[in-house]
């Protein structure tokens, strides 16, 4: 995450589901130096196990897992660009076709709600409808895939749209698709990349 641009220290978080709960990174520990017993398994009512305390935002890592069964790993960061737009609270329109890459024809912006609260993962839960990502208001992002390697390339490619519509805003008015041109894209992605 660091090296892609998406956290700088202790910020973010990311989790891979595990049979009957799933393994997240812990809180306030630098991602360098983390070894394997440094990582908790959590079950699905909110306890853990290993010698850490699991990340603040571990709520809405078990809400996903429970409520997604297609999710196999969880994503949070504080990346620039996503952040510059979530505290504006914006969702991302359609400026560009692969929007559709996370589900729909925007990305979400999650009401604000305080960090590791179930608020905000109850906020995130809606965001996240019928979608694989969203921004967390004066937060973040939030993606979620179907193993570590998706949700990190998800995220890689969360952060660089929100920094093309960032750049084009400062253009002007960016030209947004309409619904039928967003609904073709929409059913070609059901189909795109490797199988």
Known sequence: MQPAGLNRGT????????SDGFLITPTGMPYAGLEAEDI???????????RRKPSS?????????????????????????AVSLACL??????????IARFGGDTVRCADYAIFGSQA?????LRAMEGRCACL??????????RDLD???AL??????????????????????LGKIEMDEVIDKFRSYGQQ
């Open 11 to 18: 910020a973010g978080n990311v989790s891979v589901r595990d």
């Open 120 to 124: 905000l993962s109850d906020a995130a």
């Open 155 to 176: 995220a890689i490619e969360l952060e660089e749209l929100c920094e093309q519509y960032w750049r084009a805003c400062q253009l002007g008015q960016p030209v947004l």
């Open 40 to 50: 908790p398994h959590m079950a699905l009512d909110g306890s853990h196990q290993g």
């Open 89 to 98: 609270r914006l969702e991302i329109p359609p400026f560009h076709y692969m």
């Open 136 to 145: 967390l208001a004066n937060h973040g992002l939030l993606v979620a895939g």
């Open 150 to 152: 998706q949700a990190l």
């Open 57 to 81: 935002e571990w709520r809405f890592h078990r809400d996903l897992y429970a409520a997604r069964p297609e999710f196999g790993a969880v994503l949070h960061a504080h990346s620039p660009f």
